[in-house]
């Protein structure tokens, strides 16, 4: 499902008011990406009974597609970015309407565009439904996933999509963005692979990534969530913690977030949202389309993997390996210490 380049964007709203926000059970170890909100507003609704839950798993083979839950006990296979195009297939919205005609009501994750097209599918719905889309800089295609995915598998760094995170934390980074086999724990560089290196630096996105209609203020969702790009002004909140951004979009959205802070679902602390759109580029422009990205595809699909995956990584340069030195060398909680005497001192 794919609503990248609606005529019109219709039933989008403007940010009304944000939080800067980490789930209450924040840990970690845990597979959630940054503050874990999604997964705390997935604990919650489910906790009420009457709810259930869509979004974006990796399925044992490395295919990402969305899925309903159910269940707390399943609630863990939502956790975590998985930086690719999630396929929301019909057999998915016809069990969410199935739900919804039985009088459920439904949380439903996703980007911004998957966000618009569940809309348009269960219009009928719109009440019972809340959307919470993503702010989102971008998805590269599936085919590109599964070569790589194929490619960590033939080299012994996992055998279960279901053990794979994009991203994790520890003592030394507050945000590490390497893949990180969660049962082994150990971790590839993004540097090191071209899948994750072209990800990052947005040359492999769909082509409607570039210009996609939903990099604005303006939300599909009830509830817009991603990294708190403002964080270094909210270092009380979280000195070494990785938040998120919470934005409310819609009363229902704005509803839903106070009842799960009256029951203790989520730590927040008013920000200055309009401060955020300004620092996330997402919420104000789509990705950039580099030059690479011309040859990127075809070379995907013409070279043999091992030779694309050499011409692609970007490599570690001797700025990132002296930084890297330094964080293992100096743990997180006293590189913050350090920033926040000098925030204070220079106030
Ligand atoms: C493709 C993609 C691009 C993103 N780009 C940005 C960005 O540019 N700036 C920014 O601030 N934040 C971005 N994010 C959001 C960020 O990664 C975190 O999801 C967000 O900060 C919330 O963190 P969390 O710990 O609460 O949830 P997470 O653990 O990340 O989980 C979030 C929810 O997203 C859903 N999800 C996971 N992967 C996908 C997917 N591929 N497609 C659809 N839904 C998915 C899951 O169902 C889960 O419920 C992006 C996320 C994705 C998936
Ligand atoms: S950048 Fe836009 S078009 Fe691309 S996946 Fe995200 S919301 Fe959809």
Same mark, same amino acid.
């Given at each position: 499902?794919?609503?990248?380049?609606?005529?019109?964007?219709?039933?989008?709203?403007?940010?009304?008011?944000?939080?800067?926000?980490?789930?209450?059970?924040?840990?970690?170890?845990?597979?959630?990406?940054?503050?874990?909100?999604?997964?705390? &507003?997935?604990?919650?609704?489910?906790?009420?009974?009457?709810?259930?839950?869509?979004?974006?798993?990796?399925?044992?083979?490395?295919?990402?597609?969305?899925?309903?839950?159910?269940?707390?006990?399943?609630?863990?296979?939502?956790?975590?970015?998985?930086?690719?195009?999630?396929?929301?297939?019909?057999?998915?919205?016809?069990?969410?309407?199935?739900?919804?005609?039985?009088?459920?009501?439904?949380?439903?994750?996703?980007?911004?565009?998957?966000?618009?097209?569940?809309?348009?599918?269960?219009?009928?719905?719109?009440?019972?439904?809340?959307?919470?889309?993503?702010?989102?800089?971008?998805?590269?295609?599936?085919?590109?996933?599964?070569?790589?995915?194929?490619?960590?598998?033939?080299?012994?760094?996992?055998?279960?999509?279901?053990?794979?995170?994009?991203?994790?934390?520890?003592?030394?980074?507050?945000?590490?963005?390497?893949?990180?086999?969660?049962?082994?724990?150990?971790?590839?560089?993004?540097?090191?692979?071209?899948?994750?290196?072209?990800?990052?630096?947005?040359?492999?996105?769909?082509?409607?990534?570039?210009?996609?209609?939903?990099?604005?203020?303006?939300?599909?969702?009830?509830?817009?969530?991603?990294?708190?790009?403002?964080?270094?002004n909210y270092m009380e909140f979280a000195p070494v913690e990785s938040a998120s951004s919470i934005l409310v979009n819609s009363v229902k959205g704005g509803n839903l977030l106070?009842?799960?802070?009256?029951?203790?679902?989520?730590?927040?602390?008013?920000?200055?949202?309009?401060?955020?759109?300004?620092?996330?580029?997402? &919420?104000?422009?789509?990705?950039?389309?580099?030059?690479?990205?011309?040859?990127?595809?075809?070379?995907?699909?013409?070279?043999?993997?091992?030779?694309?995956?050499?011409?692609?990584?970007?490599? &570690?340069?001797?700025?990132?390996?002296?930084?890297?030195?330094?964080?293992?060398?100096?743990?997180?909680?006293?590189?913050?210490?350090?920033?926040?005497?000098?925030?204070?001192?220079?106030?």
């Amino acid at each position: 499902m794919c609503a990248a380049n609606p005529k019109i964007v219709s039933g989008a709203n403007e940010i009304t008011e944000g939080y800067i926000a980490l789930s209450s059970s924040y840990s970690m170890e845990s597979r959630s990406s940054s503050g874990g909100i999604a997964d705390a &507003l997935t604990r919650y609704v489910l906790s009420l009974g009457g709810w259930v839950v869509a979004g974006c798993v990796m399925e044992e083979d490395g295919r990402v597609c969305h899925r309903l839950v159910e269940d707390m006990a399943d609630a863990w296979i939502l956790q975590g970015s998985k930086y690719v195009q999630s396929d929301v297939t019909s057999g998915l919205l016809n069990e969410c309407q199935v739900a919804l005609q039985s009088g459920k009501k439904l949380l439903f994750f996703g980007t911004p565009c998957q966000i618009y097209g569940m809309r348009s599918a269960l219009t009928a719905y719109g009440d019972n439904i809340i959307g919470v889309d993503l702010i989102c800089h971008g998805v590269p295609s599936p085919l590109f996933w599964e070569k790589a995915f194929g490619e960590l598998v033939n080299e012994g760094f996992v055998n279960n999509g279901k053990d794979l995170l994009f991203r994790h934390r520890s003592a030394w980074e507050r945000d590490d963005f390497s893949f990180l086999n969660y049962k082994r724990k150990n971790k590839r560089n993004n540097e090191r692979n071209a899948y994750y290196s072209t990800f990052l630096d947005s040359s492999s996105f769909r082509e409607s990534c570039y210009s996609c209609k939903f990099a604005n203020a303006m939300r599909p969702g009830d509830l817009t969530i991603g990294d708190c790009a403002t964080l270094s002004n909210y270092m009380e909140f979280a000195p070494v913690e990785s938040a998120s951004s919470i934005l409310v979009n819609s009363v229902k959205g704005g509803n839903l977030l106070q009842d799960a802070l009256e029951k203790g679902a989520l730590l927040v602390a008013p920000f200055d949202y309009e401060a955020e759109i300004r620092a996330n580029a997402q &919420l104000h422009r789509p990705s950039r389309r580099p030059i690479q990205r011309d040859r990127i595809y075809f070379d995907l699909l013409e070279m043999p993997y091992e030779q694309f995956e050499k011409k692609y990584q970007t490599g &570690l340069s001797l700025k990132k390996k002296v930084k890297g030195l330094v964080k293992r060398f100096i743990p997180l909680s006293m590189r913050t210490r350090i920033r926040l005497l000098l925030q204070r001192r220079t106030k």
